[in-house]
């Protein structure tokens, strides 16, 4: 439920241009936006 959430309000912030994205750029906004734990958990996933 939680990396659910999670998805949807980056989705929101990055809009449909995430195809452009990379990992890294991807694990550093969610560190800048929710803390380190948070990519983490989405890389396990």
Avoid at 16 to 31: K, P, Q, S
Avoid at 35 to 41: E, H, K, L, P
Wanted: glycine residues 6%; proline residues 0%; charged residues 35%.
């Amino acid at each position: 439920v939680r990396s659910n959430f999670v998805r949807e309000n980056l989705e929101k912030i990055l809009g449909n241009d995430d195809l452009n994205f990379t990992g890294m750029d991807l694990a550093t906004l969610i560190r800048k936006k929710y803390g380190r734990s948070y990519d983490v958990q989405l890389i396990k996933k």
